[in-house]
């Protein structure tokens, strides 16, 4: 693993003192004054660290001035100016790359990680120790991040976007529309969730870049993502099922085409009794970006139990790395506990590789003994096109349905083949195996449907049902 220790030259020391003066709040009694300062503090940052060409990176002090900026919430401006700074600062020098090197041979070129030592992180590096800090942290006044304020962080989000405090409000006619208007409170702390998220994923990719070179445990060991998730003060089952409620609510698409006071026009009509349109179209983004967020963080937390259980198996894990519920077992059992979360989530989640593990461990959940017995395959095995095969057969259909619910099953079915067919590339399909595959999959996809028609007198196709048998049926036709 190596250290970055600047590939640029640096002429002169950063004026540290100066800048920070611009924060100096003694004698200014006026908020305005004070927002102005913070403003001109992030200008002569970006201005001294990113505009050059030979930019200097910030000070340990200075970071974390400009994050707390974005903690703190004073003002929209601030909010989004401190929340670009950072980002930009990321990118212009980022904590952790990759960097081909020569290795025990010298014909190979290796992948190693490569850590910007002068780079600030706001998060609590922990080695079993809770009160663990990051080495160069200014000073004591500074509150760096840990898991339980993560959590905390994501449950204030999950208030306002869930809308859980709405029910023992009264509701009025345009509650439902102002209440997807985002506080600038919520919307500073989804811009912090997201650029938390964001440094967690730098980091978690580079080192998975390595670790399949090298097959290390210890470079994923000592990842920001394993180490906040080791912490003994994460309540990582909330922080799941928080996830989970986020990513459903913001699946909600804020313009139905079904409901005339969501369309466009009744948009701009509302926009006559006060309220913001510009303000609502922001809200919807923001939500957007926020579910992607959310689900960056979900799907990494699996991806590291995938890694985990590998490292496990080779014993290259020890007693001191612990060991804590999967994430994947939480997320099924929450949608089996709360099935009404199961259509949104879905349709949320837009990874298809988790999309498929979540679908077919769900199913197996129910009736892994009905599968394993009809297709002769074990269960780590099994794939959507057993479970297709599976309800082609009508008697198959008939005893599951009585379990799970055509409702349910078919979403699951749905949402199975949309991530089945995108997991398979546009090659896999131009030869002749994988075209006869591909049709073989879509006449079990279609001959379920139909048995599940006839064994549930009430059944009712929904939206992407009706798209996802029209796209089979178009493949063969």
């Excluded at 957007?288 to 590291?304: A, G, I």
């Excluded at 519920?325 to 089996?336: A, D, G, K, S």
């Amino acid at each position: 693993m190596g250290s970055l220790n600047g590939t640029r030259s640096r002429p002169q020391q950063l004026p540290e003192e100066n800048i920070m003066a611009l924060l100096d709040v003694i004698g200014v009694k006026e908020q305005d004054d004070i927002r102005d300062d913070k403003l001109s503090f992030l200008a002569a940052i970006r201005a001294i660290c990113i505009t050059p060409e030979m930019a200097q990176v910030p000070t340990r002090k200075m970071y974390e001035a400009v994050f707390q900026i974005l903690r703190e919430n004073k003002s929209l401006e601030l909010t989004i100016t401190s929340y670009q700074l950072l980002l930009d600062l990321e990118k212009r020098f980022p904590p952790v790359t990759v960097a081909k090197m020569a290795g025990s041979s010298s014909d190979v070129m290796e992948a190693q990680l490569v850590i910007n030592s002068e780079v600030w992180s706001p998060f609590i590096a922990s080695s079993g120790n809770d009160s663990a800090k990051m080495d160069g942290f200014s000073d004591g006044n500074y509150d760096p991040i840990d898991c339980s304020k993560v959590v905390s962080l994501v449950q204030d989000i999950a208030a306002e976007v869930c809308h859980e405090d709405s029910k023992s409000q009264g509701v009025g006619p345009d509650s439902d529309v102002r209440s997807k208007q985002l506080s600038h409170n919520i919307m500073a702390k989804i811009m912090l969730f997201r650029y938390l998220v964001r440094l967690l994923e730098t980091d978690f990719i580079c080192r998975c870049q390595v670790f399949k070179g090298n097959k290390g445990w210890p470079i994923i060991r000592d990842s920001f993502l394993n180490q906040l998730l080791g912490s003994q003060r994460t309540n990582l089952k909330n922080l799941v099922i928080l996830s989970l409620h986020i990513m459903a609510a913001t699946d909600k698409e804020p313009f139905d085409n079904n409901d005339k006071e969501h369309s466009a026009d009744g948009i701009f009509k509302k926009s006559l009794q006060d309220l913001d349109s510009a303000s609502y179209l922001a809200g919807a983004e923001i939500r957007h970006t926020l579910c992607l967020s959310v689900q960056t963080l979900l799907t990494m937390m699996m991806e590291l139990d995938t890694i985990k259980k590998e490292a496990e198996k080779k014993g290259r894990t020890s007693r001191s790395d612990g060991s804590r519920t999967p994430v994947l077992e939480i997320v099924i059992n929450e949608l089996c506990y709360n099935k009404e979360l199961i259509g949104p989530f879905l349709q949320a989640l837009t990874e298809p590789k988790w999309k498929m593990d979540i679908i077919l461990t769900y199913l197996l959940k129910y009736f892994s003994r009905h599968i394993t017995k009809n297709v002769g395959s074990d269960i780590e095995a099994t794939a959507i096109e057993d479970i297709f095969n599976f309800f082609s057969d009508v008697t198959n259909a008939r005893s599951i349905v009585k379990r799970i619910g055509a409702d349910l099953l078919q979403l699951l079915l749905v949402h199975g083949f949309q991530a089945y067919f995108s997991l398979r590339k546009v090659t896999d399909f131009m030869n002749s195996s994988g075209d006869v595959l591909l049709k073989e999959t879509c006449k079990s996809f279609i001959a379920t449907f139909q048995n599940l028609r006839s064994v549930y007198r009430n059944f009712e196709l929904v939206a992407v049902g009706r798209d996802a048998l029209f796209t089979a049926a178009t493949i063969l036709s």
